[in-house]
């Protein structure tokens, strides 16, 4: 069993992963899984993602690996196939992986040894879906009802595999209103669920939640940069919102690019909340995968 993507969940899995993750943040004490071996390989850069799965196996008392690209065999010309069959010999039953290309996954998964597990740490442009699970229990726990928020998701939205995995879980999840907005360049014709627009103010206008998107420009291969002014999350620019608005982002933040630090630091942030969150998701994520999985019996 994997966890590529969003869609790969039900809406019932989804509030149980919510609900359990909910459940580590109050516990002292934690099952544990000693038997399991994970390892982390993470081609591009993190530091919440890296670091909160790495903390995540630790609470869970797996065995954890970390493998750098930069510094393994693959510099000397081995396949990333070849790779994780290798660990997996070793003893490998989950890895969790990040990588620039959107398609990565479809075009490893049929090779992989059938007892090693995956996790999506994030794609390219094209999904990360701990991040969306994340994000809906930070919004969960303020005990938002998805049927009645209106969200704005403003920024680089084109770039964003956030913004493709917040759109998808949104839509499972049957979040009421959810609007992107970015300059045209940057704004796709259509997002799995949600409108897209040009028009901030609109998008931004009785917002309950406006999550801000960082310019992604190491995905940038067009040239086509753009003066994102207008689309910073400013405190005047939050004004248009819901008075009880909360301000999600992702992370890393560009202050002063795609949001304020007035805004990022403010009492309607929620942004260290979700870094808090991600550890205890992704204590989640690897305990449903390790009892749904071949590393539950080993
Ligand atoms: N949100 C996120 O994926 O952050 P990192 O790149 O630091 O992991």
């Given at each position: 069993m994997h966890l590529l993507q969003v869609s790969?969940?039900?809406?019932?899995?989804?509030?149980?992963?919510?609900?359990?993750?909910?459940?580590?943040?109050?516990?002292?004490?934690?099952?544990?899984?000693?038997?399991?071996?994970?390892i982390n390989v993470f081609y591009e850069k993190s530091t919440r993602t890296h670091l909160s799965f790495a903390l995540a196996q630790q609470n869970l008392g797996c065995k954890t690996l970390d493998l750098?690209?930069?510094?393994?065999?693959?510099?000397?010309?081995?396949?990333?196939?070849?790779?994780?069959?290798?660990?997996?010999?070793?003893?490998?039953?989950?890895?969790v992986m990040r990588h620039a290309e959107d398609d990565i996954f479809d075009a490893i998964l049929p090779h992989i040894p059938s007892t090693l597990s995956l996790i999506n740490a994030g794609s390219g442009k094209r999904a990360h879906p701990t991040q969306a699970l994340l994000?809906?229990?930070?919004?969960?726990?303020?005990?938002?009802?998805?049927?009645?928020?209106?969200?704005?998701?403003?920024?680089?939205?084109?770039?964003?595999?956030?913004?493709?995995?917040?759109?998808?879980?949104?839509?499972?999840?049957?979040?009421?209103?959810?609007?992107?907005?970015?300059?045209?360049?940057?704004?796709?014709?259509?997002?799995?669920?949600?409108?897209?627009t040009t028009e901030v103010k609109?998008?931004?206008?009785?917002?309950?939640?406006?999550?801000?998107?960082?310019?992604?420009?190491?995905?940038?291969?067009?040239?086509?940069?753009q003066n994102l002014e207008a689309y910073c999350i400013t405190e005047d620019a939050l004004s248009l919102a819901s008075p009880n608005v909360h301000v999600l982002h992702p992370g890393p933040m560009n202050r002063?690019?795609?949001?304020?630090?007035?805004?990022?630091?403010?009492?309607?942030?929620?942004?260290?909340?979700?870094?808090?969150?991600?550890v205890y998701m992704r204590m989640a994520v690897l305990e449903h995968l390790i009892k749904a999985s071949h590393a539950a019996s080993v």
């Open positions: 790969d969940l039900s809406k019932a899995e989804i509030e149980a992963l919510i609900a359990r993750a909910l459940d580590f943040k109050q516990a002292k004490t934690y099952p544990t899984y000693p038997q399991v071996s994970v750098n690209p930069e510094r393994s065999a693959e510099g000397k010309g081995e396949a990333m196939l070849d790779t994780l069959s290798t660990v997996h010999a070793m003893g490998v039953h989950l890895a994000d809906m229990m930070t919004m969960f726990e303020l005990g938002l009802e998805p049927k009645n928020l209106k969200i704005a998701v403003v920024g680089d939205v084109l770039h964003s595999r956030v913004a493709h995995s917040f759109s998808t879980i949104c839509g499972i999840m049957g979040v009421g209103e959810l609007v992107f907005a970015a300059p045209d360049v940057w704004l796709p014709e259509a997002m799995p669920y949600g409108q897209v609109a998008a931004l206008k009785d917002a309950d939640i406006v999550m801000a998107l960082r310019v992604q420009k190491e995905r940038m291969v067009d040239g086509k940069h002063g690019i795609e949001i304020d630090s007035a805004v990022a630091d403010g009492p309607k942030s929620c942004i260290l909340e979700q870094v808090t969150n991600g």
